[in-house]
């Protein structure tokens, strides 16, 4: 079966610098969340996307934007990098049915900032 | 207080025994419950969503749910050292798609 896709799975950037993570959801899913999780942390609830409308907003720095398109990616978009934002970044995605949502999750961007 | 709390471990269990995960929260409009396993460095994988009060069989795995005591458990039976891993309960709320996590729990089978 599809499941999501991130890329890239690696980046390295210097402080002050601009990153561009992407997420392709599982085909049919409507809703797409971010995640940032440190070493030895749980996942940190960045922002959703449903049906390119953001939905839900956690923990995301002013620093950061994101958004999803019509084809359903959706783009984590990080500026003025700074060390502390060194982490992985996951991307999952649901389908709003009747059912609990539950999230499926991407193999992850591990974002090394230097 | 976390609203999703769980014992951070490292609980440890021999080959071949029940594992036994626990998982308190505190909003009562809690939905669904989620587990997911973690290994270092991987993304959360999905096991098994509970959101009606009772057990929930899948293989090995059996998700138990208490409302009115707000908790959720996992058992894993015939534990394998391959369940060594993090295990993150997750719990949704009614108002929004947002997911609370706990902060997760490490489990070590030892051959």
């Known amino acids: 079966a599809a499941g999501v896709i991130q890329s890239p799975r690696h980046l390295i950037k210097e402080k002050r610098e601009t990153a561009t993570l992407k997420c392709y959801p599982i085909?049919?899913?409507?809703?797409v969340y971010w995640y940032q999780q440190g070493p030895g942390q749980d996942p940190q609830f960045l922002i959703s996307?449903?049906?390119?409308?953001?939905?839900d907003k956690g923990s995301i720095p002013d620093r950061f934007s994101a958004q999803q398109f019509s084809d359903y990616h959706s783009e984590l978009n990080m500026s003025s990098l700074e060390l502390g934002d060194s982490a992985l970044y996951f991307c999952?995605?649901?389908?709003?049915?009747?059912?609990?949502?539950?999230?499926?999750f991407g193999p992850g961007t591990r974002l090394t900032v230097t | 207080q976390k609203e999703v709390e769980q014992n951070s471990g490292p609980l440890s269990v021999p080959e071949g025994a029940i594992a036994s995960l626990n998982c308190t929260y505190s909003?009562?409009?809690?939905?669904?419950f989620f587990w997911y396993r973690q290994y270092s460095g991987k993304s959360p994988e999905l096991i098994m969503f509970?959101?009606s009060n009772g057990d929930k069989e899948d293989g090995r795995f059996t998700a138990q749910l208490n409302k009115a005591s707000q908790y959720v458990s996992l058992l894993i039976r015939d534990s394998q050292p391959s369940d060594s891993a993090t295990y993150l309960c997750?719990?949704?709320?009614?108002?929004?798609?947002?997911?609370?996590w706990g902060a997760g729990t490490k489990l070590i089978i030892k051959p």
């Open positions: 999952a995605s649901s389908f709003t049915g009747t059912g609990p949502l539950e999230q499926y």
């Open positions: 085909p049919r899913h409507d809703t």
């Open positions: 997750a719990v949704k709320r009614y108002s929004n798609y947002q997911l609370i």
């Open positions: 996307f449903y049906e390119k409308m953001q939905s």
């Open positions: 509970i959101y």
């Open positions: 909003d009562r409009g809690s939905q669904s």
